[in-house]
């Protein structure tokens, strides 16, 4: 075989592979999350929802090469739990817009959700590289508040959630640099409170009290909170201001969802930290026997789980 020949097939051969790795990443997520039912939506929020993917896929067919359609048309897939849709869309998009750091964030949150960190964690790296020297961006909501006030960036939810997709997977470190980023795009009070709400559990974690001490001093009474008041309770807890009996009260009276997931599992890890090892995982038992698993405090709960677990069985 001529040697020019040798060399065309080999390209071939691994160009063929990436491809095939490429849909293995995309099409075939592991179980058992890839085709589990999302958490329940009223008969009315499913109608409205489903009557956005239309909407969405309507102005994808007149502009396909339309990068907010293509966009919009993933977050819309998503939202219902239509996760394996929405990855295929967003990688369209990666494919059609390789430079557009907002298919990788977005293609990134849904590796989440599914459980691939690994492929969350290679999306939200791209993402941090693209992002680099260039402006920030607001990112508009596509589940508005009650002010219809959007309040999160590009940026914002690249770093916040490349920080998240370390922290479930316990390299601290790391989290603890990409929160540090986050932060400095936290321009308004309910980034400020998510972003540091994580950034001091990241730093208990490594066992660096002091430092997270310090981090509430940025953490005043008042704060004009739209969205992220769980968060923000959590943080008058570490400050003293309000007491783990009267948070767990309160949350435990609001219907299951993501907001009460991310309080419990905040005061979970508080008992971790005061080495109450199994209120902590009476707690995270408790996350992990509701159907919101999507949520950010289940999917840490989850994890946490595994590894309390895991190292009980090396003992």
Known sequence: MKPFLSLFMLIMAVGSLAGSLSRLADDNLPPPYMNRPAPPASA????QMERQIAEARAAYKANPNDADAIIWLG????YPGRFKEA???????IRKFPDDARFYRHRGHRYITLR?????????????????????????????????IPTSTLQ????????LTYYLTAEYKKALAS??????????????VATTHWLYMTLRRLNRTSESNLLLNSIDSGLAIIENDGYYQLLLMYKGLVTEKWLLEHVLKQPAGAASHSVMYGIGNWYLYDGRRDEAMAIFKR??????WTSFGFIAAEADMNRLRSKARTI
Request: proline share 4%; hydrophobic share 35%; with cysteine.
């Open 179 to 192: 929160y540090r980023e986050c932060l400095k795009v936290s321009k308004n009070p309910d980034a400020l």
């Open 287 to 292: 996350i992990l026997s509701t159907d919101q």
């Open 75 to 78: 977050r819309r897939l998503a």
């Open 87 to 93: 990855i295929q869309v967003f990688s369209e998009g």
């Open 116 to 148: 691939r960190f690994d492929l969350a964690r290679k999306d939200f790296e791209s993402a941090a590289a693209l992002i680099k020297g260039k402006s920030d961006e607001v990112e508009p909501d596509g589940q508005p508040n009650a002010r219809n």
């Open 44 to 47: 009315e929020a499913a109608k």
């Open 156 to 163: 914002f939810n690249i770093w916040y959630h490349l920080g």
